[in-house]
C-alpha cells in the first residue's frame, strides 16, 4: 500500500514537472508568428498565425519632411526569411519590419505626407489604411454601403475654457482628455462613413444648452457626450474607477445623482433658471428607451475592447442620471463617463495615447452596434 502511494506520489511529480516545462516552454517561446503582407484596395494587411493581443502605434520625424509611422505587435515574432514583401505604394517611401525585442514585432512605414493612424486588428489580421487626402478607408465604404444615408453624430467634449471639469494630480485635466477621446472618434467614425460634427474642437467654453441646441441644428441621429469622472474625495481615489453612461431620465441611485451635480456644476455659475425637471416631464418614453439602448451598445464595445486590449476595466453600467449636457437633445443621447481621472492606475490610462485610442474605437463599434440593430 505504502509503496503503491509512493510510485503515485513520484508518477504525479513528473507528471507535474512536465507540465511545467511544456507551459512555460510555450508561453516563453510560442510567439505570434508573422505569415504575410499585402496591400488591397489601399490598406496594408498584415497577417498572423494566430489572434493578435495587441498593437502600439507612434510617430517619428525622419530627415527630409519624412514622418516615420510606427506599430508594434506585442507577441509578435518574424520567422527567418520573413518580412514586409516589396510593396510601392503612392507616397509611402519605404515599408519595413524588425523584431524590436523577443515579444516585439516592429512595423515601420516612412511617408511624407500624413496618413490614418486607424489601424485595425481583428483576430489575425492587422490593416493599417495607407490614406491620403481625408479619403475614406475601404473598410469605411463597406459599413456604409448596406446604409442609405450617412448618419450624423454630434461628439461632445465635455468641458473646456473656463471650465476644466474634474482634475487630479495637477496635470491631469477632464477637458483635455475628453477633448483628445472626442477627436479619436470623430477620425475612427469619418474612416467608417459618418458625418461628425464637434461642438468643440479645441480648449473653448460653450455653455451646456448650446452643445444640444447644436446637435439638434444639425439633424444629429446620435448626440454623444464624453466626459471623465472623478472620485468625490481623495480617501475614495483608489475606490472609484470604471466606465459608466448615462441617459436622461430622473436619477435613481445617489451615484447617478453626484455624477450629475458634479457635471451640471457649470450651469449654476450662470442665469439659467428652468430646472431640468421640467424637461424631464417633457421626455418621451421612447427616447427614454433609445438612449438606453444606444448607451448599452456602447457601454458593451468600450469594455470588449478595453478588456481586449488591457485586460480589467470595471463595468460601471448604463444608468440614468439629470444631466444638463444631454436636455433638450431631439435624439438619442448619452454622456459617456470614460473612467475615472482620479484613480491612480484607470488616471494614468487616460493620459495614454493607446488607451484613448481604444476607448474611442469602442465607442465608435457601439454606435454602430446602436444603428445595425435599430
Ligand atoms: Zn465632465
Known amino acids: 500500500m505504502e509503496k503503491t502511494i509512493l510510485n503515485k506520489t513520484i508518477i504525479y511529480k513528473y507528471l507535474i514537472s512536465l507540465f511545467l516545462l511544456l507551459f512555460f ?5 510560442a510567439g505570434n508568428n508573422f505569415v504575410k503582407s499585402e496591400i488591397s ?13 495587441r498593437v502600439t502605434y507612434f510617430t517619428l520625424p525622419d530627415a527630409d519632411g519624412i514622418t516615420k509611422y510606427i506599430y508594434d505587435v506585442h507577441g509578435g515574432v518574424l ?3 520573413k518580412g514586409i514583401s ?28 500624413k496618413f490614418s493612424e486607424n489601424h485595425v486588428y481583428n483576430g489575425k489580421c492587422l490593416t493599417i489604411p495607407l490614406v491620403h487626402d481625408g479619403k475614406k478607408s475601404t473598410k469605411a465604404t463597406k459599413i456604409v454601403k448596406g446604409s442609405r444615408k450617412a448618419y450624423t453624430v454630434v461628439i461632445d467634449a465635455g468641458h473646456g475654457g ?3 471639469g474634474a482634475s ?5 485635466k477632464e477637458k483635455k482628455v475628453t477633448l483628445s477621446i472626442s477627436l479619436k472618434l470623430k477620425n475612427i467614425l469619418e474612416n467608417k462613413g459618418f458625418k461628425v460634427f464637434m461642438t468643440r474642437s479645441d480648449d473653448t467654453f460653450v455653455p451646456l444648452p448650446s452643445r444640444t441646441e447644436f446637435a439638434n441644428k444639425k439633424k444629429a441621429d446620435i448626440f ?7 472620485a468625490p474625495k481623495e480617501s475614495l481615489y483608489d475606490v472609484f474607477e470604471g466606465i459608466e453612461i448615462y441617459y436622461l431620465s ?23 433658471k428652468y430646472s431640468t425637471n421640467e424637461y424631464l416631464s417633457l421626455l418621451s418614453r421612447e427616447k427614454i428607451t433609445e438612449s438606453h439602448k444606444l448607451g448599452l451598445d456602447v457601454s458593451k464595445m468600450m469594455l470588449s475592447n478595453v478588456r481586449n486590449s488591457f485586460g480589467k476595466v470595471s463595468d460601471g453600467g448604463v444608468k440614468t442620471a439629470n444631466f444638463w449636457v444631454l436636455v433638450g437633445a431631439q435624439m438619442p443621447a448619452i454622456l459617456v463617463e470614460t473612467g475615472y481621472i482620479t484613480h491612480p492606475k484607470e488616471g494614468d490610462n487616460l493620459m495614454d495615447f493607446y488607451y484613448k485610442n481604444v476607448l474611442a474605437k469602442g465607442i465608435a463599434e457601439g454606435i454602430e452596434r446602436y444603428l445595425k440593430n435599430k
Open 25 to 29: 516552454t510555450n508561453s516563453l517561446f
Open 41 to 53: 484596395k489601399g490598406e496594408l494587411n498584415l497577417y498572423f498565425t494566430s489572434d493578435i493581443e
Open 79 to 81: 520567422p527567418p526569411n
Open 86 to 113: 516589396k510593396h510601392s505604394f503612392k507616397n509611402i517611401e519605404s515599408f519595413r519590419m524588425g523584431q524590436n525585442s523577443p515579444t516585439k514585432l516592429r512595423i515601420i512605414i516612412r511617408s511624407k505626407q
Open 162 to 164: 473656463k471650465d476644466n
Open 168 to 172: 487630479c494630480c495637477e496635470v491631469k
Open 224 to 230: 454623444i457626450s464624453i466626459h471623465a469622472n472623478a
Open 250 to 272: 430622473p436619477a435613481k441611485t445617489q451615484r447617478a445623482k453626484e455624477a450629475a451635480i458634479k457635471e451640471n456644476a457649470v450651469m449654476f455659475e450662470g442665469k439659467d
